[in-house]
């Protein structure tokens, strides 16, 4: 695939161990493709209060799949943005800092080392400004573990977008910050009529940890939210406390999570 490149473009490059596109999964290319521009985007919106979903604007297009080797070249509108966004993931990945990256600029960074480590080859970034690499992410790369802890629990958002190739919505929470949501077809077929709707949904939540930030919500459920008053809130979390501590004191929370974990 080839495509009039524009004057500014973002590249990832992967080189040796004889890979290119005619050996590669299209579901491998659509998964590094979507890890590159939910890494931009993160990484965009890490330093801004606003909601990350108006900050990232339009998508990240790719213009480009080159046969050499297997290259990628993407295009944005907000290039500019998109081009410091790439100097960043650059300077971190040369630095090893990799703690001044957020939760979510890790997890797309992840799928990306997976690839690299899974076909033992190396991976280049490069811009329209820099023709030589500006970093290089190689197969003896370790990105520091996050504790993570899987689990149910229900979220209140503001349905802000639905969905894509793969079933997902956007939810926007009570931070300004805007979640994407994986579930099934027929629940966003759903909460596509109820777009700027508030609304309760369960489902299963993947948490970091080190910082309580939910890295995963898989929606299986949809609720009316229906608001109440404070004192009705303090009641009900009062009610549910009772039988959690029991749990943390009978079990411990290492041991919790450990089940959580194994299930």
């Excluded at 080159?66 to 650059?90: N, R, T, Y």
């Excluded at 890790?106 to 991976?123: A, G, H, N």
């Excluded at 949501?181 to 369960?202: F, N, P, S, W």
Aim: charged content about 30%; glycine content about 6%.
């Amino acid at each position: 695939m080839s495509a009039k490149v524009d004057a500014d473009f973002l590249s990832l490059r992967f080189t040796g161990n004889g890979v290119f596109p005619g050996n590669t999964r299209c579901k491998e290319v659509a998964a590094l493709i979507s890890a590159t521009e939910d890494l931009v985007e993160a990484v965009a919106s890490e330093n801004d209060d606003d909601d990350e979903e108006d900050q990232s604007g339009p998508p990240l297009c790719l213009i480009a799949i080159e046969d050499k080797s297997l290259g990628f070249k993407f295009s944005k509108a907000h290039m500019l943005v998109a081009l410091l966004s790439w100097q960043s993931i650059a300077s971190v990945i040369n630095t090893g800092r990799f703690d001044r990256m957020s939760v979510k600029a890790k997890t797309s960074l992840e799928e990306i080392v997976r690839f690299v480590k899974k076909r033992q080859c190396d991976v280049e970034l490069r811009d329209s400004r820099h023709p030589e690499p500006m970093a290089t992410i190689t197969p003896e790369m370790v990105l520091p573990d996050n504790l993570r802890m899987p689990g149910e629990t229900s979220m209140i958002g503001t349905v802000v977008r639905v969905g894509g190739n793969e079933p997902k919505v956007g939810l926007k929470l009570a931070n300004g910050k805007t979640l994407s949501c994986e579930t099934t077809e027929a629940i966003a077929k759903e909460l596509g009529h109820r777009l700027y709707d508030v609304v309760t949904c369960e489902g299963e939540a993947v948490w970091d940890m080190e910082t309580g930030t939910v890295l995963k919500f898989r929606i299986t459920e949809v609720g009316t939210f229906i608001e109440g008053s404070v004192s009705e809130a303090f009641s009900e979390i009062a009610k549910a406390m009772p039988s959690t501590i029991e749990k943390w004191r009978s079990k411990g929370l290492a041991q919790l999570i450990s089940e959580d974990t194994d299930s």
